[in-house]
């Protein structure tokens, strides 16, 4: 087994010395629950102080089959530990048998990104979602797009495990902050809703705020009242909605097929 070290480069004694790594971490670190949340986390940079594995070999093998690029960094990181000892350190053990910890990036940086001026790509504002999975899947898409970051305003974390698991680790790909509507970065806002202009014949600026609303309730006012431009998406008569993640994809899509600036 590879000796794991700490984040200040001491190795740990052993698995006991990486579970007590974890527990004076756990509460102020971000899960990363399962192989994909691990890859694609040492993927884009983020501080990785300590991944347990049910069968660390089984986790580099697989590495070695779907993500190459990351096996050595968790050949030097992973450390194997009993499968009751890491169920009891997870909520909800992952299939792939593994679970890391890492530092939440900083707020500074994150704000900097949002708010530069020039900014090339979207980015997508979720007005009060209350669906930890939705929230997810739309950081996964908005990573995937190239977006300059994920907005929450209300009372969801958009850093809660959940989310975290639902984004498979695409939090640090893109910049990912809650903020008031009132704290929005820059940009012309369009906000879907039913009563917009049909987005096939607009195209969406590069530097667009991109806002949709809850599940259940649609935008607030406070949002809609904020926006330059209401869009609605194409729907069939009687159907009601979209899901989020379905929603966001769309318009993402829509910019990126008028934009240079997409993947």
């Known amino acids: 087994m590879s000796e794991a070290s700490t984040a200040d480069g001491m190795p740990y004694e052993g698995p006991d010395g990486a579970v007590r790594a974890w527990r004076r971490r756990a509460d102020s670190a971000v899960l990363l629950d399962g192989f994909h949340a691990l890859k694609h ?18 986790v580099l093998a697989l590495a070695a089959d779907l ?26 053990l992952h299939p792939t048998g593994v679970a890391a910890l890492a530092g939440r990036p900083a707020r500074a940086d994150h704000l900097a990104a949002l708010g530069r001026t020039g900014r090339t790509t979207p980015v997508v504002v979720l007005d009060n979602p209350r669906n930890l999975g939705n929230a997810g899947a739309v950081i996964r898409l908005a990573a995937g797009y190239g977006a300059a970051g994920v907005v929450t305003t209300g009372s969801l974390d958009p850093w809660h495990p959940t989310v975290v698991r639902g984004g498979a680790g695409l939090h640090f790909a893109t910049a990912v902050e809650r903020l008031a509507v009132d704290e929005l970065p820059a940009g012309p806002l369009y906000a879907l809703d039913p009563e917009g202009a049909d987005i096939r014949g607009l195209k969406l600026p ?35 909605s979209y899901n989020l993640a379905t929603s966001v994809g769309m318009t993402l899509f829509h910019w990126s097929t008028h934009s240079l600036n997409a993947p």
């Open 67 to 92: 993500a190459p690029d990351v096996v050595r960094d968790l050949d030097a990181l992973l450390v194997e530990v009993p499968d009751d000892v890491l169920r009891g350190l997870v909520p909800r």
């Open 206 to 240: 590069d530097d667009a705020l991109l806002a949709f609303g809850s599940e259940r309730n649609g935008l607030s006012g406070e949002l809609r009242a904020r926006a330059d431009q209401l869009v609605s998406l194409p729907m069939r008569p009687q159907v009601s």
């Open 41 to 58: 986390a040492l993927r884009f940079g983020a501080d990785v102080p300590v991944a347990l594995a049910t069968d660390r070999a089984s």
